[in-house]
Every structure is written in C-alpha cells, then in structure tokens.
C-alpha cells in the first residue's frame, strides 16, 4: 500500500528556515505531480506548492521567492525547502501524491507535519 511519509517540521524563529521531506513508500508504479498544501487553524488547506513528473513547478503567491520545492525520483521524494519563514507560515503542511500503484492514479495524503513559526 502507498503511504506518504513526512518529516522535518518543528519551531523557528521567524526569518529562519525548515526543510520537509516527503518519501512515497509502497508499490509505486510511477508518480506524476506531488506538492504541499497547509492548513492554519480555522482556515481551509491551501496549495503551498506544485511539482510535476516534469520538475515543473507551481506556488501559491504568498510563498513565491522564499519556498523551493524539488523531488528526487530515484528516491520518490519531495522536499520543501522554506526560507525567511514568517508567522503567518504557521500551520500543518501536508504531502500530497498522485501516483499510480496499479492501472489509474489515485490522490495520496500524508500524516501532516507543524510548522511553528514565532515571531
């Protein structure tokens, strides 16, 4: 079964800087785009950033030019890097895979991970 696994949230001081990980597990047959989406309390998930089969990549305004994402494909892996966090960056990111296991593809989710960002 394919599980999405995150990792590399935590604190930070606002103007520091965190990297997720995200590593897709399981009977993989190919993934086609994967991303990060947030969500702060009281608010709904919102799209933090794209990247597709391509390594063409997509971001929501309020990131661009302080988030990069990337993937590695040996190793089924995307990552967030995050610069210059500020407290409104405060919420829990989630991965997000389409990736096909057997015939179509299916949407993926991981577990979430905080991302607290003081000021």
């Known amino acids: 079964q394919v599980q999405l696994v995150e990792s590399g949230g935590g604190l930070v001081q606002a103007g520091g800087s965190l990297r997720l990980s995200c590593a897709a597990t399981g009977s993989i047959r190919s993934i086609n785009a994967m991303g990060w989406y947030r969500q702060a309390p009281g608010k709904q998930r919102e799209l933090v950033a794209l990247?597709?089969?391509?390594?063409?990549?997509n971001y929501a305004d309020s990131v661009k030019g302080r988030f990069t994402i990337s993937r590695d494909n040996g190793k089924n892996t995307v990552y967030l890097q995050m610069n210059s966090l500020k407290p409104e960056d405060t919420a829990v990111y989630y991965c997000?895979?389409?990736?096909?296991?057997?015939?179509?593809?299916?949407?993926?989710w991981g577990q979430g991970t905080q991302v607290t960002v003081s000021s």
């Open positions: 990247i597709n089969s391509g390594s063409s990549t």
């Open positions: 997000n895979g389409v990736i096909r296991e057997f015939i179509t593809p299916r949407n993926y």
